[in-house]
């Protein structure tokens, strides 16, 4: 009888792991934005004692859900990738056949970008925005400010703004391999090419990110959430003309 209930029916484990994934992934994506639109604008007018508080008792809260919420979502998108659309085998993502399919290269992009994005959150905002946290408890119980918590806040930053420019073309090719970019052609002849070019310009831009020093004409996308904003339009429509232009016209 319960093979009866869709829920409990082949399709039923899939499902699930779907759900969680972008329940998960709503959570995660959502505190990026608050904190690049809401946050980090709100805190840059507030005194020092005032963003100090701030820090210690919102900050410390929303990126404990930040970081949690984004390890959900790989986790639960690890485990989609791995469990069957259907009962017989087929469908899962991890296989050969999937991944020099369209659909497989198309969601091998916006897996890439997204655990890009996943890395910069527990190897590069996390461990800085610990500095940040813990300067601004000291402060406030009276001890010396840490002279090493502002880079540790600008690094914190450059990463949460890549991610910003990363989020767009990821929900671009995460959306888009079911219910927007076709699936009737073959992609033996110029996977190859598309793969090292998208590659290319995703190396681009996490190294300015992770290596910038403020020097540079990389810096001015992340001067503010309006620029990041652009930027990662610009970049949805560069991969979007890649996929046309390298798939389609050929």
Same mark, same amino acid.
């Given at each position: ?11 039923? /484990? ?7 994934? #972008? ?22 007018? &507030?005194?020092?004692? #005032?963003?100090?508080?701030? !820090?210690?008792? =919102? ?12 390890? +959900? ?29 369209? +659909? ?7 897996? =890439? ?13 996390? /461990?800085?925005?610990?500095? !940040? ?7 406030? $119980? ?11 806040? @600008?690094?914190? =930053? ?8 990363? $989020?767009? /073309?990821?929900? &671009? ?17 110029? @996977? ?5 070019? $998208? ?10 990110? *992770? ?30 003309? *890649? ?8």
């Amino acid at each position: 009888m319960l093979a009866d209930i869709q829920l409990f029916s082949d399709f039923g /484990p899939n499902f699930l792991a779907r759900w969680a994934h #972008v329940l998960s992934g709503i959570a995660w994506i959502g505190l990026l934005y608050y904190f690049n639109f809401v946050q980090v604008p709100a805190f840059a007018e &507030l005194d020092a004692g #005032v963003r100090n508080s701030a !820090v210690d008792k =919102l900050a410390s809260r929303a990126l404990w859900w930040f970081r949690w919420a984004a390890a +959900a979502t790989l986790f639960f998108g690890i485990l989609l990738g791995l469990i069957a659309e259907t009962g017989d085998g087929d469908g899962t993502f991890f296989t050969e056949k999937y991944f020099r399919s369209p +659909a497989g290269v198309a969601i091998s992009t916006g897996m =890439l970008l997204g655990i890009t994005m996943f890395l910069n959150v527990w190897l590069v905002i996390w /461990p800085n925005q610990k500095k !940040v946290i813990a300067n601004a408890r000291n402060v406030l $119980s009276g001890g010396e400010a840490d002279p090493g918590a502002a880079a540790a806040g @600008r690094k914190a =930053l450059l990463a949460s703004r890549q991610n910003m420019i990363f $989020s767009l /073309p990821m929900l &671009l090719f995460m959306i888009g391999t079911v219910h927007f970019f076709p699936q009737s052609f073959t992609t033996d002849k110029d @996977r190859g090419i598309y793969m090292a070019v $998208s590659g290319l310009i995703w190396l681009a831009l996490e190294l300015n990110c *992770l290596f910038n020093r403020g020097t540079n004409i990389g810096t001015w996308i992340y001067e503010n959430h309006k620029r990041a904003i652009g930027a990662s339009v610009v970049l949805a429509a560069v991969y979007y003309l *890649l996929w046309e232009i390298i798939f389609q016209a050929a």
